[in-house]
């Protein structure tokens, strides 16, 4: 946190280079985010700038009460979000969970021969890109980013309850694809 | 053992974090920075201090100099005896006919020459 105080700081003070630093620090998450979230090319390194330049402006603005990290994490499902209602496009969906539920079994999985299947693994990243936004939102940050449920609850505004049952599901219809023991070695 | 737990959790999310994700352009950084930099200042709060600042100079200008102002006229108008008023607005009607033919008419004539 006394980091996240120096940058801000010096972001605030002009300090040469100062803002660039920032950049450097959180363009992986912002990009991992926004690109998951609304995956077009075309559109990603706009919303990414969009994303910079709020933080810049509202950099003063800043108390603190989280991390930075999350603060511009917030800044960044903020803009990928109005992005996506603008558009039109549903941010979830309504899936029946229980349906989800009810598919689990306790089969045994050949874990090394799944690692094996490069076609399997390419099923399985089409499918995380086939989610709704908003689960690969969420798979981005607590996988790929490695936040917290407390973290991501802070910078999506929803709830911790909300945040678990979107990451279930997303991991449950993964699990779908992985069809039964006896499909992988076919 | 969770249900993330199994070899297919596992698999899951090894498939997540296998993920491609394409990397910012090398030089984002540097553009973004150049970017903020070219970017007018944010100043409306302080503009409009600025504002207020100066409406209060002249107001209080204005009266620390108006009593002042009133006992110069008053002299001045002692001092000048009675003012040809009838003199001063033929002067004014006349500079003033100057002004409109000027900015008008004789514009007008040379835009339409062109």
Redesign the interface.
């Known amino acids: 946190m006394t980091d996240d105080r120096l940058l801000v700081a010096a972001v605030l003070g002009q300090v040469p280079g100062a803002f660039r630093t920032l950049v450097e620090r959180f363009q992986k998450l912002v990009w991992h985010l926004v690109f998951r979230m609304v995956p077009d090319t075309e559109h990603t390194r706009d919303l990414c700038q969009e994303v910079f330049l709020r933080v810049h402006r509202q950099l003063h603005q800043f108390r603190f009460d989280s991390s930075l990290g999350t603060w511009v994490g917030r800044i960044a499902f903020n803009v990928a979000s109005r992005h996506l209602r603008r558009r039109a496009l549903p941010m979830d969906d309504e899936a029946d969970l229980t349906e989800i539920v009810l598919e689990r079994d306790g089969r045994e999985f050949d874990l090394a021969a799944a690692c094996a299947d490069a076609e399997l693994l390419k099923k399985m990243h089409a499918t995380i890109e086939g989610l709704p936004p908003l689960q690969r939102g969420v798979l981005v940050l607590h996988y790929l980013e490695e936040k917290s449920i407390c973290e991501i609850t802070e910078i999506t505004g929803m709830p911790e309850g909300t945040i678990k049952s979107h990451l279930f599901r997303a991991r449950a219809r993964l699990r779908q694809q992985l069809g039964t023991p006896e499909d992988l070695h076919t | 053992m969770t249900?993330?737990e199994?070899?297919?959790?596992?698999?899951?999310?090894?498939?997540?974090?296998?993920?491609?994700?394409?990397?910012?352009?090398a030089d984002?950084?540097?553009q973004?920075?150049i970017?903020?930099q070219d970017?007018p200042e944010?100043a409306a709060t302080e503009q409009w201090l600025l504002r207020i600042a100066a409406g209060a100079g002249l107001a209080f200008g204005v009266a620390t100099v108006a009593p002042w102002l009133a006992a110069s006229m008053t002299s001045l108008a002692v001092t000048l005896g009675p003012v040809p008023w009838r003199l001063l607005t033929v002067l004014a009607a006349g500079l003033t006919a100057f002004a409109v033919v000027d900015r008008f008419v004789l514009r007008h004539s040379l835009d339409t020459l062109k």
């Open positions: 249900h993330d199994d070899g297919a959790g596992r698999y899951v999310l090894h498939a997540i974090r296998s993920l491609p994700v394409p990397a910012p352009p984002f950084a540097r973004m920075e970017l903020v970017l944010d």
